[in-house]
């Protein structure tokens, strides 16, 4: 199985609201709702963030939202923090029963 | 609360077999999946497998000839083995539960994963 693909890095201000993209296949992303989002800070555990596309676990901000058009899932998080800056993975259920995660992205917050 | 911690030697040489455990503290392990993550120096994170406490099993099929997942009920621990390791093995080694609730009598199960332990670095070097 391939890894699910995203944006090496991201970027944004205080404020503002960054989207980072996930883009898989038939056989992942886009034939089911079982897509995730977790938080990675330096050397620390990832944390989810997102879990069913767009359900977020109880205690995470309601600043960060999901979203899924055909063969690709999105992350938003908006009114962008400081705290914020940190790696993100995306994570789908495959057709073999199986997970994949995507290879990561970088949020700088500037 | 629900805690997760890896435990297993930190090196190992090529060639040899890596093998880890998770003890689970705070809930029973029967009745959920259990989960290995790695990650490799610098690199994103990649899925090794799960297993549920019944002993069934699912494994990345990159790995799945080199991998086996095992679970003791009485310990409350599950385990990782990867036999015939190299150095692009060395890695943070995660294990992590799925997500779950209840409703109405049935245990639902999700696919993400809840609850990591902090992780356990194993170089692979001679």
């Known amino acids: 199985q391939s890894a699910l693909t995203q944006p090496a890095s991201v970027s944004g201000s205080p404020g503002q609201s960054i989207t980072i993209s996930c883009t898989g296949t038939?056989?992942?992303?886009?034939?089911?709702?079982?897509v995730s989002w977790y938080q990675q800070h330096p050397g620390k555990a990832p944390k989810v963030m997102i879990y069913d596309v767009n359900n977020r676990p109880s205690g995470v901000s309601n600043r960060f939202s999901g979203s899924k058009s055909g063969n690709t899932a999105s992350l938003t998080i908006s009114g962008l923090q400081g705290e914020d800056e940190a790696d993100y993975y995306c994570s789908s259920y495959t057709s073999s029963s199986t997970l994949v995660f995507g290879g990561g992205t970088k949020l700088t917050v500037l | 609360q629900v805690q997760l911690q890896e435990s297993g030697p930190g090196l190992v040489k090529p060639s040899e077999t890596l093998s880890l455990t998770c003890t689970v503290s705070?809930?029973?392990?029967?009745?959920?999946?259990w989960s290995w993550i790695r990650q490799p120096p610098g690199k994103g994170l990649e899925w090794i497998g799960y297993?549920?406490?019944?002993?069934?099993?699912n494994y990345n099929p990159s790995l799945k000839s080199r991998v086996t997942i095992s679970v003791d009920t009485s310990k409350n621990q599950f385990s990782l083995k990867l036999n015939s390791v190299a150095a692009a093995d060395t890695a943070v080694y995660y294990c992590?539960?799925?997500?779950?609730?209840?409703?109405?009598?049935?245990?639902?199960?999700?696919?993400?994963?809840?609850?990591w332990g902090k992780g356990t670095t194993v170089t692979v070097s001679s």
């Open positions: 705070g809930v029973s392990i029967s009745s959920h999946f």
């Open positions: 297993i549920y406490s019944s002993g069934s099993t």
């Open positions: 992590a539960r799925r997500g779950s609730s209840w409703y109405e009598g049935t245990h639902y199960f999700y696919y993400y994963m809840d609850v």
């Open positions: 038939s056989s992942d992303v886009g034939n089911y709702k079982y």
